[in-house]
């Protein structure tokens, strides 16, 4: 079969490859939508994950089952399934332990294009089928079905992470597609006020689709000033960053009111340490929480997430902004997102 692969930091093509052999709980499955990733371009370009050989991209898709291992109960070929981006070995002690992202070691639960082949070839391998998969609900969007591998559970996940209660008070720092679904996770959870921050105006109008009430452009001046200003010098409760760099930690810890809870879903790819401000910080007493966190995955959550979207509770599908049609488009689709031009949001490839 073909994919398209990582050849070494920096190098993509197509590779030749055996198809992928099924274990007794596993599929294998031929995608039916794709789409790349931010964490794919910086697999690649940013050498995040360290070296990979002639490794197949990719983590985000929807699935036709073509066959499944003796002991898989709930899938069959034919199917046309969810696949979750981050696919833990539910059995291991992590996952009992409430942390199944973590399975086998830090964020190991995370394999599709990171530990094994990912998504963007003819074929891709599931493990533990029963509880990594989900099936596609009838009449569901691809775009929207496509989302619910990684962008919805991680936007979701950093409402989680700052453990968003109704009446809260929240910033999202970066309103990408992972952010923007935050936007959309922190509406449902009861946010008052949601600052969403960014600077492209496509991201700046679904947020406001997806429930923030007011856009705080940070290349137009200071955020946490802004902030400051919009809440009367009180700041917010919860934050959610979904994008920024190290600093963003700052800037989040100073527009923080004591008690209040950060949940990071970025990915944090420069430096050896990330300051906090001592001070703002209540000088460590400030009950000013951090938590950052891989999504963990799996069917229930996929299945979850699909009924907000069956239930029209959030739509998913918006963010789709370029869709191509083949499995060879891939390749311009990946480097769509590398290059980001200011009217992308994500790309969608869907194959027949
Ligand atoms: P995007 O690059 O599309 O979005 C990033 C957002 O951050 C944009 O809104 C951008 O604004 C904003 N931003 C950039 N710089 C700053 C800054 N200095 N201050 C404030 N905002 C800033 O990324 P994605 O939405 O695709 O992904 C977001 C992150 O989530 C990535 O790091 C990705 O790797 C990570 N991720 C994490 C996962 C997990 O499980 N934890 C899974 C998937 C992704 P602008 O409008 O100017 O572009
Ligand atoms: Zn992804």
Redo the contacts with the bound molecule.
């Keep these: 079969m073909k994919g398209f692969a990582m050849l070494k930091i920096g190098a993509t093509g197509w590779v030749e490859k055996e198809k992928p052999a099924c274990g007794p709980l596993d599929a294998i499955c031929r995608p039916i939508a794709l789409a790349p990733?931010?964490?794919d371009?910086?697999t690649v370009w940013a050498g995040?994950i360290g070296d990979r050989k002639d490794m197949i991209l990719g983590h985000e898709a929807v699935g036709e089952v073509v066959e499944v291992g003796a002991y898989v109960k709930d899938f069959k070929p034919g199917d046309k399934v969810l696949v979750s981006?981050?696919t833990p070995d539910w059995g291991a002690l992590a996952s009992q332990g409430g942390y199944a992202?973590h399975s086998g070691g830090m964020l190991a639960g995370?394999k599709f294009s990171n530990f094994k082949d990912g998504v963007f070839g003819e074929y891709f391998h599931v493990n533990e089928a029963d509880a990594n998969l989900a099936l596609l609900p009838e009449g569901m969007d691809l775009g929207a079905a496509c989302m619910i591998s990684?962008?919805v559970?991680?936007?979701f996940?950093?409402a989680e992470l700052a453990d968003i209660q109704y009446g809260d008070n929240v910033a999202v720092?970066?309103?990408?597609?992972?952010?923007?679904?935050s936007v959309a996770a922190a509406a449902i959870r009861g946010a008052a006020n949601i600052y969403a921050?960014?600077?492209?105006k496509n991201?700046?109008d679904l947020a406001l689709d997806f429930g923030a009430t007011k856009i705080v452009?940070?290349?137009e001046g200071d955020?946490v000033e802004q902030i400051m200003e919009l809440t009367r010098g009180e700041g917010v409760e919860k934050i959610i960053v979904?994008?920024?760099?190290n600093?963003?930690f700052d800037?989040a810890i100073r527009m923080l009111k004591p008690g209040g809870k950060i949940g990071?879903?970025?990915?944090?790819?420069e430096g050896d340490t990330i300051k906090i401000p001592r001070v703002e910080w209540g000088c460590g007493m400030g009950h000013k929480q951090i938590v950052?966190?891989?999504?963990p995955g799996g069917r229930y959550r996929s299945e979850m997430l699909a009924r907000l979207v069956t239930a029209g509770r959030i739509h998913p599908e918006k963010l789709i902004t370029h869709k191509f049609n083949g499995l060879e488009n891939v390749e311009p689709a990946l480097m769509l997102?590398k290059d980001?031009p200011?009217d992308?949001?994500?790309p969608l490839v869907i194959i027949d």
């Design positions: 990733c931010t964490s371009v910086h995040a981006a981050i992202m995370w990684d962008m559970p991680t936007g996940h950093g720092i970066g309103i990408g597609p992972v952010g923007l679904m921050v960014g600077s492209r991201c700046a452009n940070y290349r955020i979904a994008g920024g760099d600093d963003t800037q990071n879903v970025n990915y944090l790819g950052g966190g891989l999504m997102m980001k200011r992308l949001i994500k």
